[in-house]
C-alpha cells in the first residue's frame, strides 16, 4: 500500500484490526478467511475519508516458501538451552 501520510495511516489501519508490516510501503495482513476485495475497499475508504491520498493497494499472496516457513516455524518445537559446565 502506498499512500502519501503514512504515520497517519498506520493507527486508523490498526484501529480497523489489520495486522501491519512495513518494508516498501506498508503492508497489511488479512485473516484467513477475510474478502481481500471487500477489506481493500473498506481500507481506502477509511483512508481517503481521513483525508489521506491512497496511491496504491496492491493485493499480494503468499509465495509457497513463505506458507513453508510459517508452518515451519508453528511447528518448531522449542530447544532446551544446556548449562556450560
Known amino acids: 500500500m502506498e499512500v502519501d501520510q503514512p504515520d497517519r495511516a498506520r493507527p486508523l489501519i490498526l ?6 508490516a512495513e518494508g516498501d510501503g506498508l503492508s497489511v495482513r488479512l485473516r484467513p478467511g477475510d474478502d481481500v476485495r471487500a477489506a481493500a475497499a473498506g481500507l481506502n ?23 513453508y516457513r510459517h508452518v515451519a516455524d508453528q511447528n518448531r518445537l522449542p530447544t532446551a538451552h544446556k548449562e556450560a559446565a
Open 45 to 67: 475508504r477509511a483512508l481517503v475519508e481521513a483525508g489521506i491520498a491512497v496511491f496504491a493497494l496492491t493485493p499480494r499472496r503468499r509465495s509457497l516458501e513463505t506458507l
Open 15 to 20: 484501529a480497523r484490526g489489520f495486522d501491519l
